[in-house]
């Protein structure tokens, strides 16, 4: 397909992000993707508590225990690190818990532990 993609952040006021899709002939298709970062976050987070003190047999999600708040810190660690660097290649803190593997790009490096 030949087209373009242009991204833009902020509609009309709103936070978030204007995608739009330009193909051959000019036609546009756009949709937007309201941004809301920490806010939504710990929505997640107190919803996540909340379920599991009042549910005997829950189990909270595991991308919200200790260890993977731990590990997404020192990834944005390293993400930032790597940016003062200019995109050197660093290494990411290593934080036990489960054993699964992260991986997450920021330009050409791949960052994992």
């Known amino acids: 397909m030949?087209?373009?993609?242009?991204?833009?952040?902020?509609?009309?006021?709103?936070?978030g992000y204007l995608i739009s899709l330009y193909d051959a002939h000019g036609e546009c298709k756009s949709s937007f993707f309201p941004f809301s970062g920490v806010t939504e976050e710990l929505k997640a987070f107190f919803n996540d508590v909340s379920e599991n003190t009042l549910?005997?047999?829950?189990?909270?999600?595991?991308?919200?225990?200790?260890?993977?708040?731990?590990?997404?810190?020192?990834?944005?660690?390293?993400?930032?690190e790597s940016g003062s660097k200019q995109g050197e290649l660093v290494h990411v803190k290593k934080?036990?818990?489960?054993?699964?593997?992260?991986?997450?790009?920021?330009?050409?490096n791949i960052y994992r532990y």
């Open 95 to 108: 934080f036990r818990g489960n054993h699964r593997t992260l991986c997450m790009a920021s330009s050409f």
């Open 2 to 15: 030949n087209g373009t993609l242009q991204i833009e952040r902020r509609f009309q006021g709103q936070h």
């Open 55 to 80: 549910k005997k047999d829950s189990q909270p999600e595991h991308c919200l225990s200790f260890v993977e708040g731990a590990r997404d810190v020192a990834l944005l660690e390293a993400m930032l």
